[in-house]
């Protein structure tokens, strides 16, 4: 699960395992990635994104910061969900 020199890893200080949530027209499925490989694929939009909430839970449980972000199909941002330390510093 570690890998070194991964973007998505961010900071020593703020390692964390980002997964994106994605759709692919080429099967009409959502597939919830990281590195930019598909980890799995779901049939449904809100099945992708509770698998993603449960293993973004269960990494933080073990002690892995975790960051799910939720695409829209046509691959905006819509929403990041952080488990574990916030890797944005926002004031206020």
Do not use: C, K
């Not at 998505?8 to 994106?20: E, I, K, L």
């Not at 990635?33 to 449960?54: C, K, Y």
């Amino acid at each position: 699960m570690w890998f070194i020199g991964d973007p998505d890893w961010g900071s020593p200080m703020s390692r964390r395992y980002v997964m994106h949530l994605v759709h692919r027209n080429a099967d009409d499925r959502w597939h919830l990635q990281h590195l930019g490989r598909s980890i799995s694929a779901f049939d449904t939009r809100e099945e992708a994104i509770d698998a993603g909430r449960t293993r973004a839970h269960r990494l933080h449980e073990v002690g892995t910061n975790a960051q799910l972000v939720i695409h829209r199909e046509d691959g905006s941002i819509e929403n990041e969900l952080s488990y574990g330390e916030d890797p944005h510093e926002i004031p206020g």
